[in-house]
């Protein structure tokens, strides 16, 4: 489902069907970081039938996710013309702390 042809890590996947069909999935991926460390939040999005899928990048920040707890909090919701995306993502933890932020993206789709 992701277009990434490197090595990088993707994870923590969410999906959804819309009415029409389409498939909508939200994942972590660490495309972006050489590192392969850092997350971001993508949405990957088929209308044939999971033959070929459309990647974009929804959040707007990455964040480190060591010392952080993974969770299940993620999820995607379609409807006939949108995917709505929920995560939890850590860019805002103070050192130490173990707290996640709730962000939500909308794809129109």
């Known amino acids: 489902m992701n277009d990434d042809a490197g090595t990088a890590t993707q994870y923590n996947v969410a999906v959804s069907a819309s009415p029409s069909g389409r498939v909508d999935l939200s994942f972590y991926d660490r495309r972006d ?4 460390v850092l997350n971001a939040r993508y949405y ?11 990647n974009l990048r929804v959040s707007d920040a990455s964040w480190d996710p060591a010392g952080l707890p993974l969770d299940d909090y993620d999820h995607v919701a379609s409807t006939a013309r949108t995917a709505q995306l929920v995560w939890a993502d850590g ?3 103070p050192l130490g702390g173990i707290n996640l932020d709730i962000y939500t993206a909308t794809v129109f789709a």
Request: glycine share 16%; proline share 6%; aromatic share 6%.
């Open 33 to 36: 970081d050489p590192n392969d």
């Open 44 to 54: 990957a999005g088929s209308t044939d039938g999971g033959v070929t899928f459309v």
């Open 91 to 93: 860019r805002n933890n």
